[in-house]
């Protein structure tokens, strides 16, 4: 089996339960945050959102220097925007994994910041850490959204706010 077949169900998993989370941003609160040093609820959930184009990076590009600006940040102003980066995102991402071959996958990457390596490694376990570093902030951004009374729809089963319903 290639390393894309493998790796593309657990992607599709997780990039519907990310978008079952962006979908219940609330766009007024965008400018909330936790703490001073945490960021914005809206930073939040853009990252979030634009992660999979990282990995879509990671598949068509030999490494990236974080100073040669060659990405702009991903700042949506509404939901629908923030939805439909992602879904261009995830879906970009997921044509690259599957047009990807096992040799290619195979290949080192790196992330360079000043030309200091902090992220490298064979792309098909950068894919796969990158995945993880998506759930992660996603994990993050729930936690915002609880802070602030949003109803939270399940993720790996129902959440809290879901689990009336098995009374």
């Known amino acids: 089996m290639k390393v ?4 593309l169900p657990h992607y599709d998993q997780e990039m519907k339960n990310t978008r079952r989370i962006l979908e219940v941003v609330p766009e007024d609160k965008f400018g909330w945050k936790p703490h001073d040093k945490s960021m914005t609820l ?16 990671i598949i068509q590009t ?5 100073t ?34 096992d ?13 200091q390596e902090v992220f490298a490694g064979v792309r098909n376990g950068l894919l796969q850490t990158t995945i993880c570093h998506q759930v ?12 602030n009374d949003v109803i939270l729809p399940g993720v790996y089963g129902p959440s809290a706010d879901e689990m009336g319903q098995f009374k």
């Open 42 to 57: 809206g930073r939040l959930a853009a990252h979030v959102g634009d992660l999979p184009r990282f990995l879509t990076t």
């Open 68 to 101: 040669a600006g060659q990405q702009k940040p991903f700042s949506p102003v509404t939901r629908a925007e923030l939805l439909a980066g992602f879904e261009d995102r995830a879906s970009e991402a997921h044509d690259a994994i599957a047009r990807s071959s």
């Open 103 to 115: 040799e290619h996958l195979a290949k080192r990457w790196s992330l360079t910041f000043k030309g």
């Open 62 to 66: 030999e490494g990236m220097e974080l």
């Open 136 to 147: 992660h902030h996603r994990a993050q951004l729930t936690v915002y959204l609880r802070l």
């Open 4 to 7: 894309s077949e493998l790796l």
